[in-house]
């Protein structure tokens, strides 16, 4: 499985940019798919997550009302729309996927598989 990272780039606080992973070797079906993020000196965070199969959705709490997650299960892609995008949203951008058993889907350690990331810089 291989899960490749786009969209990311410098963006000014307040605009929109999304990211896509696109999964490739097999279906991921029933899979959790995330997106995790890394700012420079901090540990990998939890951003947003989507059962691949239902399509339920879970957000860290600063990001509710601006990020959206969805899947294109035509292009086997999963994407993240930022909106009202601020400074603090800066880092790099990882897909993760973990295995349907997965319950703690918050945790980096619980992910399966990851993308190469994409990074995000927002200039205030």
């Known amino acids: 499985v291989q899960l490749q990272a786009s969209g990311g780039g410098l963006v000014q606080a307040g605009g929109s940019l999304r990211v896509s992973c696109a999964v490739s070797?097999?279906?991921?079906?029933?899979?959790?798919m995330a997106w995790f993020r890394q700012a420079p000196g901090k540990e990998r965070e939890f951003v947003a997550a989507?059962?691949?199969?239902?399509?339920?959705?879970y957000y860290e709490e600063s990001v509710k009302g601006r990020f959206t997650i969805s899947r294109e299960n035509a292009k086997n892609t999963i994407n993240l729309q930022v909106n009202s995008i601020e400074p603090e949203d800066t880092g790099v951008y990882y897909c993760?996927?973990?295995?349907?058993?997965?319950?703690?889907?918050?945790?980096?350690?619980?992910?399966?598989?990851w993308g190469q990331g994409t990074q995000v810089t927002v200039s205030s």
């Open positions: 989507v059962k691949w199969t239902t399509g339920v959705t």
């Open positions: 070797g097999r279906t991921l079906s029933g899979y959790t």
């Open positions: 993760a996927a973990a295995s349907p058993r997965t319950l703690a889907i918050r945790v980096a350690g619980r992910y399966e598989f």
